[in-house]
């Protein structure tokens, strides 16, 4: 009588793990979709953003919830930071998630050796 509910239990806590970390890769995925958009020698951080937030309007319907994010390009680096939480399978638990990619910028170096 007590092991049933437990062991439905820990089921819901496996599925609940494997639907955490399949919306941690689709979080990681669209901040490096967003960071090869921002860092791109014309890009912008408005630009890496909007492709981030495609992908996961895309990808990420079911076991993202509550998406954000947010690009940085300054003159060397760029990151785009994607943030949100787990689709919810154990009632009162939420996880949240967070991927971050970071990269130089690529800018064109003029050649100094006269090449």
Not at 22 to 45: D, I, P
Request: net charge negative; aromatic share 2%; proline share 6%.
């Amino acid at each position: 009588m007590i092991a049933t509910p437990l062991l439905l239990l820990m089921l819901l806590a496996i599925v609940q793990f494997a639907l955490w970390s399949h919306a941690t890769h689709l979080a990681q995925a669209a901040a490096a979709e967003g960071l090869a958009v921002t860092r791109a020698q014309n890009g912008t951080a408005a630009a890496g953003a909007t492709s981030a937030r495609q992908l996961l309007d895309q990808l990420a319907a079911g076991p993202l919830d509550n998406a954000t994010v947010a690009a940085d390009r300054g003159p060397t680096s760029a990151s785009v930071r994607v943030t949100g939480t787990a689709a919810a399978v154990v009632p009162f638990l939420t996880l949240p998630v967070h991927a971050e990619a970071t990269g130089p910028v690529e800018r064109v170096v003029p050649d100094l050796e006269g090449r």
